[in-house]
């Protein structure tokens, strides 16, 4: 735990989790770190599904490092809400929140009591969030919305990669996580707006629109007439002009940014098989030629001596990093991302720290990833529930 002043931007704003996956928990975990008190309702027994997988099978002490990463500084209780009584005390809390958040199917809450219309009854100054893959009303609703598919729908998977290699994956989850911030940015404005006006409303954050705004670049080129293809040669995009792009070094690769060809000519001596290309209006149109012709000269050297090189040069560029090397860079080292925190049953964790930075203090760990119903007796007994209805509540497995 740490003893450095924590937020409080968000506290006294109480959150209802029924979340999954990733969209959902980073949502949340955003806000918890800002303060906010997340209480995460989650089956009685297995849990979220996040608690029993993990990427690259790493769980830590037997507990996933999947689970571990979206669903710090919150509060865990178990409720079976196919059960009346499982409900009821969803509603009770219902009555207490400032916002819900819910990433299931469409349809899912509302068939469990818990859908928006529902819950407004209940608490007219309600936020309702709900992330989904295609939106509840949509011919797509009924389908599962996950990070690989949208890829695949949004045209992300499409625009990525050489012509050789086809559709090529992201190396992260960059449609949930891209969700995650919108749907934290939505139940901001939502607070910030039920402050002026006193309403609660339902905000909506679908993957695949969510997926389109993380291409906003070359989408807005292609809806105003760009022919737009993935290129021959591994240039970064379907839309920058060479040498824009990651080359192979005699040990690794470099990365060149926003360079006219002229000026990486004169940084590397003014070839004259290089001078052809030295105007800028053939740029992009002729961009697989002028990279083949480019590509030889960076394979004479080490990626150290490009990059002193060419920033002598002042030309725009960066050493190609794999992770562990990214995490011995003196930029990011100085940036300090790392949270490390000890848990009761994994032992040291490393994730990563909240990612925005605040005059009025620092977003610290409050409760480690909880345990299974690890605040369930605590929260119901914030709610009136004496030890003896909660116990009865057990046994009956309502929690």
């Known amino acids: ?88 005390v969803a509603q009770r809390l219902v009555e207490t929140a400032d916002v819900v958040v819910e990433n ?70 960059v449609v949930d996580q891209h969700s995650a911030s919108l749907l934290a940015m939505g139940i901001l404005a939502a607070l910030v707006s039920r402050g002026r006006t006193g309403q609660g409303q339902r905000v909506e954050v679908v993957m695949v629109q969510a997926a389109l705004d993380l291409q906003a670049e070359p989408i807005v080129y292609h809806l105003n007439g760009a022919q737009l293809r993935r290129p021959k040669t591994p240039a970064a995009d379907t839309f920058h002009a060479v040498p824009y792009g990651f080359y192979a070094t005699a040990d690794g690769y470099v990365a060149i940014s926003l360079t006219p060809v002229k000026a990486l000519s004169e940084a590397l001596g003014n070839p004259a098989d290089l001078a052809p290309y030295e105007n800028p209006d053939i740029a992009y149109s002729r961009r697989d030629e002028i990279r083949a012709a480019l590509n030889p000269y960076f394979r004479r050297r080490p990626t150290a001596e490009w990059v002193d090189l060419l920033r002598a040069h002042d030309i725009w560029c960066a050493p190609v990093k794999n992770m562990t090397e990214t995490f011995e860079d003196v930029a990011v080292k100085h940036i300090a991302p790392v949270l490390e925190f000890d848990h009761p049953r994994a032992g040291r964790v490393r994730v ?34 004496d030890p003896g209805q909660i116990e009865a509540m057990r046994e009956d497995r309502d929690i």
């Open 1 to 88: 735990m740490s003893d450095r002043k924590g937020l409080s931007l968000l506290e006294g704003v109480r959150i209802l989790a029924f979340t999954q996956f990733l969209l959902g928990p980073a949502a949340c975990q955003y806000l918890a770190d800002m303060g906010a008190d997340v209480i995460k309702i989650e089956p009685p027994g297995r849990g979220a599904w996040e608690r029993s997988w993990s990427g690259a099978d790493t769980f830590i002490g037997g507990v996933s490092a999947f689970f571990m990463l979206a669903n710090r500084n919150l509060r865990s209780v178990t409720l079976n809400l196919k059960s009346k009584r499982g409900v009821e």
């Open 104 to 173: 299931f199917r469409p349809g899912v809450m509302d068939r469990l009591g818990l859908g928006y219309e529902d819950l407004r009854k209940i608490n007219p100054r309600l936020i309702y969030a709900a992330g989904s893959g295609y939106g509840g009303d949509g011919p797509y609703s009924h389908l599962p919305g996950q990070d690989l598919l949208i890829q695949a729908i949004s045209g992300l998977g499409a625009n990525t990669g050489t012509e050789e290699q086809g559709p090529t994956v992201s190396a992260a989850a």
């Open 352 to 385: 990563l720290k909240h990612p925005v930075r605040y005059s009025s203090g620092e977003a610290t760990l409050r409760r480690p990833p909880p345990d299974l119903g690890e605040h369930t007796d605590e929260v119901l007994g914030e709610l009136g529930y």
